[in-house]
């Protein structure tokens, strides 16, 4: 986990252009920060408040079979969890209604389309109503390696070895 106050490099403010960082203190009602994730926010004090920003993360699947790929994950948002969004497309997961619930747990949520070749992208469009914001998510997934093909040159000499053979054969007639 990163120190207090740092920069989160995982997550991007789309908002602002700006890496999230963590807070420097959460309130007693949030769920508490865990071995692989802590609650993060546009400033590490929470701030600013009654707004809504989009958090991104990137990951690569390159040489993966991107048809294969699984995200499993947890959130956490004060206030509303508007929508996750894999590479722009929604995927229907919400956390609505400013209640107590969204942010004293983290919720379970599975994205098992919407991916492509290449590089990715995972938005979390959050909604703050208070004095304090926070964002939390644990993420983790999973893709087929992609079977290797032959190479050009390996499919160019058996081309090449059939037609030599072809070749041979009719000058021995």
């Known amino acids: 986990l990163l120190a207090s106050g740092s920069a989160d490099t995982h997550f991007t403010v789309l908002d602002t252009g700006t890496d999230a960082e963590v807070m420097t203190s959460i309130p007693g009602s ?43 994950g947890l959130w956490g948002i004060d206030n509303e969890g508007l929508d996750i969004l894999i ?23 599975t994205i098992t389309s919407g991916f492509q070749t290449g590089l990715n992208t995972l938005d979390f469009k959050v909604s703050d109503s208070g004095v304090i914001s926070g ?12 079977s290797p093909v032959p190479e050009p040159s390996i499919i160019l000499l058996l081309g ?7 070749f041979a054969r009719r000058r021995a007639t």
Do not use: C, K, M
């Open 30 to 72: 949030y769920a508490a920060n865990g071995p692989s994730s802590q609650w993060i926010w546009q400033n590490s004090n929470g701030t600013p408040t009654n707004v809504i920003r989009t958090f991104r993360t990137t990951f690569d699947l390159t040489g993966l079979d991107h048809t294969s790929a699984v995200i499993n």
């Open 87 to 109: 590479n722009g497309i929604s995927t229907g997961n919400q956390l609505l209604g400013v209640v107590v619930g969204n942010f004293s747990s983290l919720h379970a949520f």
């Open 135 to 146: 964002f939390r998510a644990e993420l983790s997934g999973v893709a087929d390696r992609i």
């Open 160 to 166: 090449s070895g059939l037609v030599l053979l072809g």
